[in-house]
């Protein structure tokens, strides 16, 4: 079984910065697998914001965070997600997961899920 341990996280300012962290322990059934990060702001469904494919370092990313987020692999099991550019609409709690990191950037894709870490981007 997967275990997906996040860090980071708080209170930023608007046009601020932050960085999350992940990393991965227990069983990998995949032998091509990604990890990445789905996110859920107050009263709104969850959304996928990126994701990478661990082998090939291919990253995908949500029209909205393009280009102000960057998603990289540290190690064979950490990914670490830096944050520019903050806006308040980027509020919410932010989900480590792994599974199947593919374009669409789907729910179902993604197995195993981290507990969840705030990030609130207010003045």
């Known amino acids: 079984q ?3 341990v996040e860090s980071g996280g708080g209170l ?3 046009g601020g910065s932050l960085r ?11 032998n ?3 990890m990445g990060w789905f ?8 959304e996928g914001v990126s994701c990478i494919n661990m082998r090939s370092g ?3 990313y949500q029209p909205s965070v393009k280009g102000r987020f960057t998603l990289s692999s540290v190690n064979s099991k950490t990914v670490s997600l830096q944050m520019s550019g903050l806006k308040p609409e980027d509020t919410g709690v932010y989900f480590c ?3 199947n990191c593919w374009e669409r950037l789907w729910r179902a894709d993604f197995g195993s899920w981290g507990r969840g870490t705030q990030v609130t981007v207010s003045s």
Not at 23 to 30: E, H, K, Q, V, W
Not at 39 to 46: H, T, V
């Open 12 to 14: 930023v300012q608007p």
């Open 32 to 34: 091509d697998f990604g």
């Open 39 to 46: 996110r859920q702001a107050p009263g709104k469904e969850r």
């Open 20 to 30: 999350l962290s992940c990393t991965a322990s227990g069983g990998f059934p995949l």
């Open 97 to 99: 997961v792994l599974g």
């Open 2 to 4: 997967v275990q997906l």
């Open 58 to 60: 291919h990253t995908v």
